[in-house]
Every structure is written in structure tokens, then in C-alpha cells.
């Protein structure tokens, strides 16, 4: 068992259907209807085909089922499918417009296979094959093979040969993984615990008799395109108790974004067969966090329930900014107002991905080892919503995507998880959010808000530049002020220092920066609205950030992502929880401590490896001003505040050290290095001799897969190439 009593990671299916037989055993034995998860039970070996054993699925190619396994294979004839050449020597392509292909694939993943011309061809990584013409053509001569790449399948064809006209691809799917005995899949931008039946199967487990129980989930599925005709075909699904069909229901997929219905059927009380049938085509489908559970009674301790809101970039300072007609967000004030708030809240990185997943592990960065463009949290971190999720709590989250995403291991322990690629919508995070509490039950309730409302590009609602514009100095609109500034040689994905002379088109950036934060304030009042409205609003609500926004006051630079420096660090962190009494506190936070303080509040154990500060609970509140807060980015940059002093420290020795006075010098101009030096190596030293674990990650690194979607919306984000 790990520390917080998961099992382990790599938990076999044997393992998992043990537990659950000695689970249902006991509830048939004691006579009860506990509930049953039934992703704990699903097994994609266990699935039985009810159609032609191939089906079509996209155009020109089929699903099939090797070794219980599912496989797209398509077969090249003439016309669009057919190899063409390339600009380079060898290299031949065919474009495949119906899939978006991998790039590569993970150690132990199903590899495409190829068989052209009577022969089977080598696949290779994306990445080994030269696809921009920079090796010489005697090199290409010694190699053969294919890759996979966005929406194209790319061959080399050495020497004089002839492409092959030939060819069958068989590209390899998945129904999901098994992660902690459930299974868990991804149709789209939704990732859930599951049970996966596409179209054309059927699976089905043995329930044992209980009383007065309920089945209830939602039906999701992710369209293929193949014509006009097909993307109206409806899927139409079926539960079955002992052979008796219990409940259906129909729902048309749409191609590019992952369709869900909620559903809720009554189970018999005898022991048989429950069954799931889905018939129909052109879609990969899912029933998402399919539990029998008794039928819901509404009596629940909604103070036991625990609401995220995280809006990303949302710099400390915007919390009460003055304008001539108020505050810049009069909603969060009045929240504080009922709420604890930390006026002294550090993130302990200047960007979104270490920063998330130190809020949700209670690491560090530099232990946690997702502090890279390219870093994905490691699945044996234990993270917040996995804990609750093991204590009973229905995990939902909802996120704008980007580096809050499956990509990069955010969505652990999320029953289900949706990324909206639509991304600073509100309102449509709010219809979807609505969706999900409509099909509610009695489990209490983490549900994790996040949104890119305040983070580039900024946007600012008509209403609101009505109203604000002249009052906080909106020129511009972002799309015209981004093209006036790169004929000035800056751009906003680039980190190279804004040109300082330009101070009227910087205050044109801040203005804008600042009505997102208006736009975002008059939303999270709707978001409260909506939690109250649900019966949701009772218990603990958090609102906080991941990092903040800089705007020239350190070396010209305009963003995040580069610094430690307070514009970049400081957050809100504002909490309202049941016996919490409101006001300010004085005692410096971290997001690291966020896992510990929701666990005090709620009463529960929290596993060893979380580090951090219970804040709040248990009748210990913290009140040191003096409390140390570290911040450690990286293993060669940190930063480490302590009273109204912080420290500066980078390179592998720590030995580029400075120290600002924040109380005195907020703006962190003045370096103090020579009058705290004594302090200053006392803690650099304590850091390198006396406690050098922090700079070893505790797992072992993974690298995030990332598909052409998600790169084109990070560098949308302003991160170029997805670095």
C-alpha cells in the first residue's frame, strides 16, 4: 500500500476484481445495497461483439479486434488515400484528413503496423525520421520504414524503388487504462472513470441483490467524421438487469467535441446480470463514473463539500484595485468579506504546470518534477482529489485546458475531468458544470474550477469597456495593440524585454490585463450563484491562483514564467469554510500548503508525503507573521520569504543571491544581498547541507504527451511550441 492506503499504481485487473468480489461479497452476506463503482469492475477483455465483427468507422477504414484489441485499419487504394511524394528525396505521404495521429508513443503502448507491398514495415518515432529534407540522401538510403505524424502517414521508400500502392495500416486504439483498480478512459476532452462500450458491443458483470438502488452515470461519446450523414447518426444505448432491459437512451455525437447525457435508472432488487449495449457508428463511447448506489434520499452534509475556483494569472493586487467608480472586483471583496484571507500567498512557481501540481501534491516543484515545458506529473503522487476520492467524494473538475490537462497528469483522481478548449468561456464552463451537478447524488462534492479569463490574450466583455474603459485607460483591442507592437520588434511569446519607451502601449496591456479581471470578478459571483443554486455552496470555497502577471517591473519583461519576483508569485487566497472565522490573516501561505489545510478543515487524515501548512482547522490556526514560505522553482532557482525579508538564490550553488525588503521595498528594487548576508547564507547553507533532498524529484520523471490540438492551444497560451 502507498502512504495515503491507495493500492499500488500498477494494480493488476485480478487484483482489482478480487477486491471488488470481496466487496460485493460482503454486501450480499450483511444484506445491504452498498455502492458498487463499476469502473473498479470493467475489462475491455470481457467485451463480446454484438455486430459484424468489423465495423465501419471512419471512411475508407474500419474498426477491428486483434488479440482483444481494438484497431483502426485502413486500407490505400487510388485517389486521396494514395502515397504522394514529398519535397524530399524517398519520402512519400499520405494524408489521412479523419484522424489526428500520434506522434510518438509511450514505452509498453501498441505500435501502428504496416504491410505494403507484401511486406512488413518498420515503424519509427515522429521524431527519427528527417521529415525537413536536412540529411542527405546517401543517408535515407539506409533507411526503410514509416511513422505517423498530425493527420499523415509518411514513409521512406529507399533506392529506386517503387512506393507500394498496397498498403493496409493498422493503427492502434485504446478503451483507456486501469489506474488505482478503476478504469479510466478519454473520449475527447473528457476523462473519467469508466466503463468503455463503443458501438457494436456490449459487456456486462454480475450484481448482487440489494434494495432500493439506483445506476447512474453519464453516456459520453466522441464523434468520428466520415460524411454529413453519418455525423447525424445517433448512438443508442442499453442497460439490461438479468436480460430485462432496465433503461436506454439515444444521443447524437458531434465530430470535434465530446457529447454526454446524464442517466439514472432504477436497479431490481434480485441478484443477475447487469448488461451495457451501445448500437450505432462512426464514435468511440463511454459510460463516465457508472455507479449503483443507493437511490438518492438529498439528506447530505453539504458542509462536507469543497469548491475550487482557480483563475489563472490573477495577480495578488487586482484583489480591491481602486478605480473612480470602486473596486476593480467588488464580488471577491465581498467574498472576503465571509472568507479567511491570506494576504501573504506565494505560488511556489511563476507558471501554470508546477504551480498546479504543487497545489494539488503539497510539493514542492522541485520534488514534485513537473517544473518542465514538457514535464507530466507522475502518476504515484498522491494528490488531493485522489485522497477524497478514496474517502467517498464525487472528484469533478473543470478546466480551460492548456497545461491544466490529462497531458500532464492534472486529472488524477478526477472521476471526471473535462478540458474546454473554448477556453476563458465562462458560460459555457457554467452550462457544463450545471450538467454535471443536474445528475448529482449524495456523495459529497470536490469540484476544481479553472479558468484562462484573466491570462493572455486579453479580452475585455463590451459591458465592462462600456462602463470601464476610460476609468482604467483601454485602448486597443488585443489582436490590433499585438500587431502595432511586433513592428516595434516585440512579441508577446517571446521573452525578450519589453521596449520600456513604449509606456503608453504598456499601460494599454495593463488596462486590458485589469477588465479581464472585472469580466472575471462579475463571474465568479455567477459561479457562487450556481453552487447555492445546487445545494453546493455550503461548505468550503476556495479561490485562489497559480501565478500572477508582470508588466516591465524587472527587467522589462511582460508575462510569466520567468522570475520569482512578487508580480509573478503573489496570489489571493481567500477561504470560506464552515467555523472559519472571516477576516485577514497574517501568516504567510503557500499553495503548498492548500492539500493540508482543506484536509484539517474536513477532518481527515492526509497522507505522509504531503509537506505544507495546515492554514486553518482543528482549532490550530497559524498566526506567525514570521513564517518561513519557500518557493522552490527549480533546483537552481528559489526564493524564500520570511517576515517582511525574501531571498533570492540561483545557480547550482545558490551562489547568486539577493534580498529585498518587502515591507519597505515591494517592488523589489532594492537588493539588501550585503546587509543580510548573515541571514542570507544561513538559509542557502541550511538548503545545500542540511536538506538537500528538496532538490531530487520523489518519482521518477514522465514526459507529457502532447497532440497537435493541445500544442496549438499552448502556443495560443503565448508558449511557443509548447516551451
Known amino acids: 500500500m502507498r502512504p495515503d492506503g491507495l493500492p499500488p499504481r500498477r494494480r493488476t485487473h485480478a487484483t482489482a476484481v478480487a477486491a471488488a468480489s470481496v466487496s460485493c461479497a460482503l454486501a450480499v452476506a450483511c444484506g445491504s445495497s452498498d455502492p ?11 467485451i463480446v461483439r454484438v455486430g459484424p465483427e468489423a465495423s465501419d468507422f471512419i471512411a475508407g477504414a474500419q474498426l477491428i479486434r ?12 487510388e485517389g486521396d488515400a494514395a502515397l504522394e511524394p514529398s519535397p524530399w528525396p524517398y519520402i512519400y505521404r499520405a494524408r489521412l484528413p479523419a484522424l489526428s495521429l500520434r506522434r510518438s508513443f509511450a514505452p509498453g503502448q501498441r505500435l501502428p503496423r504496416l504491410r505494403a507491398g507484401g511486406v512488413e514495415w518498420l515503424y519509427s518515432d515522429a521524431s527519427a525520421i528527417p521529415l525537413n529534407g536536412s540529411i542527405a540522401p546517401e543517408t535515407l538510403l539506409a533507411l526503410r520504414g514509416f511513422t505517423t505524424m498530425g493527420d499523415n502517414l509518411i514513409m521512406i521508400v529507399p533506392g529506386d524503388e517503387a512506393p507500394p500502392t498496397d498498403l493496409v495500416l493498422h ?24 466503463v468503455a462500450v463503443w458501438p457494436g458491443e456490449r459487456w456486462g458483470t454480475l450484481l448482487e441483490a440489494g434494495r432500493g438502488r439506483t445506476l447512474a452515470g453519464f453516456f459520453a461519446a466522441d464523434a468520428v467524421p466520415i460524411d454529413d450523414e453519418a455525423h447525424r447518426a445517433p448512438l443508442v444505448w442499453t442497460v439490461h438487469h438479468d436480460g430485462v432491459e432496465i433503461g436506454r437512451g439515444k444521443l447524437v455525437p458531434e465530430v470535434g467535441q465530446v457529447t454526454w447525457l446524464p442517466f439514472a435508472f432504477e436497479v431490481p432488487n434480485r441478484a443477475g446480470v447487469l448488461s451495457f449495449e451501445v448500437a450505432g457508428g462512426a464514435a468511440r463511447s463511454a459510460f463516465i463514473a457508472p455507479r449503483v448506489a443507493p437511490a438518492r434520499t438529498g439528506k447530505r452534509n453539504s458542509e ?3 469548491a475550487l475556483f482557480l483563475a489563472d494569472t490573477f495577480r495578488a493586487d487586482l484583489l480591491g484595485f481602486p478605480t473612480p467608480l470602486g473596486s476593480l472586483t467588488p464580488t471577491l471583496d465581498s467574498f472576503a468579506q465571509t472568507a479567511a484571507r491570506f494576504d501573504r500567498t506565494w505560488s511556489p512557481a511563476s507558471w501554470t504546470l508546477p504551480a498546479h501540481a504543487s497545489l494539488f501534491t503539497g510539493l514542492q516543484p522541485s520534488k514534485h518534477g513537473a517544473y518542465g515545458r514538457s514535464s507530466r506529473l507522475a502518476p504515484d503522487a498522491i494528490t488531493l482529489a485522489e485522497r477524497l476520492q478514496l474517502l467517498g467524494y464525487r472528484t469533478l473538475a473543470l478546466t480551460d485546458a492548456g497545461f491544466v490537462a490529462r497531458a500532464f497528469g492534472i486529472d488524477q483522481g478526477f472521476e471526471v ?85 513604449r509606456s503608453g502601449e504598456l499601460a494599454e ?21 450556481l453552487l447555492d443554486r445546487r445545494g453546493r455552496g455550503a461548505g468550503v470555497v476556495l479561490f485562489t491562483s497559480d501565478h500572477g502577471e508582470a508588466f516591465g517591473e524587472h527587467d522589462g519583461f511582460v508575462g510569466h514564467s520567468l522570475g520569482l519576483w512578487d508580480e509573478q508569485t503573489r496570489v489571493p487566497l481567500l477561504i470560506r469554510a464552515p467555523g472559519v472565522k472571516p477576516g485577514p490573516r497574517s501568516t504567510g501561505a503557500s499553495l503548498v500548503d492548500v492539500p493540508r489545510t482543506l484536509a484539517a478543515l474536513l477532518d ?17 490556526e497559524r498566526s506567525d507573521p514570521h513564517d518561513t514560505v519557500e518557493l522552490f522553482t527549480s533546483p537552481t532557482d528559489i526564493a524564500l520569504v520570511q517576515g517582511h525579508r525574501k531571498l533570492h538564490a540561483k545557480g547550482n550553488d545558490l551562489g547568486a543571491v539577493e534580498v529585498f525588503d518587502l515591507e519597505q521595498d515591494p517592488g523589489e528594487k532594492l537588493d539588501l544581498a550585503v546587509e543580510h548576508s548573515t541571514w542570507a547564507a544561513r538559509h542557502v547553507e541550511n538548503l545545500l547541507f542540511h536538506a538537500p533532498g528538496w532538490r531530487v524529484p520523489r518519482f521518477q520523471l514522465e514526459e507529457a504527451n502532447m497532440n497537435p490540438k493541445l500544442l496549438a492551444q499552448l502556443r495560443a497560451l503565448g508558449y511557443t511550441d509548447g516551451d
Open 604 to 620: 481527515i487524515a492526509t497522507p505522509a508525503g504531503w509537506e505544507g501548512r495546515a492554514l486553518l482547522g482543528r482549532g490550530q
Open 509 to 529: 496591456l495593463r488596462a486590458l490585463y485589469r477588465g479581464g479581471a472585472i469580466d472575471l470578478d462579475r463571474k465568479f459571483g455567477e459561479w457562487l450563484a
Open 66 to 77: 486483434e488479440d482483444g484489441n481494438p484497431w483502426v485499419e485502413i486500407r490505400f487504394g
Open 417 to 501: 475531468f473535462l478540458e474546454e478548449d473554448k477556453w476563458g468561456e465562462l458560460d459555457l464552463g457554467f452550462e457544463r458544470l450545471d450538467g454535471f451537478l443536474n445528475a448529482d447524488d449524495d456523495r459529497p462534492l470536490f469540484l476544481f474550477f479553472h479558468t484562462y479569463r484573466t491570462h493572455g490574450p486579453y479580452r475585455v466583455d463590451p459591458q465592462t469597456a462600456e462602463r470601464f474603459g476610460p476609468l482604467i485607460g483601454l485602448g486597443r483591442e488585443w489582436g490590433e495593440l499585438i500587431e502595432h507592437l511586433a513592428t516595434v520588434g516585440w512579441s508577446w511569446d517571446d521573452p525578450q524585454s519589453f521596449p520600456m519607451e
Open 304 to 306: 462536507r463539500d469543497v
Open 171 to 194: 493503427l492502434p486504439l485504446s478503451y483507456g487504462r486501469r489506474v488505482d483498480g478503476r478504469w479510466r478512459s478519454a473520449l475527447g476532452q473528457l476523462t473519467g472513470d469508466a
Open 36 to 46: 458498487v463503482d463499476l469502473a473498479l469492475r470493467f475489462e475491455p477483455s470481457d
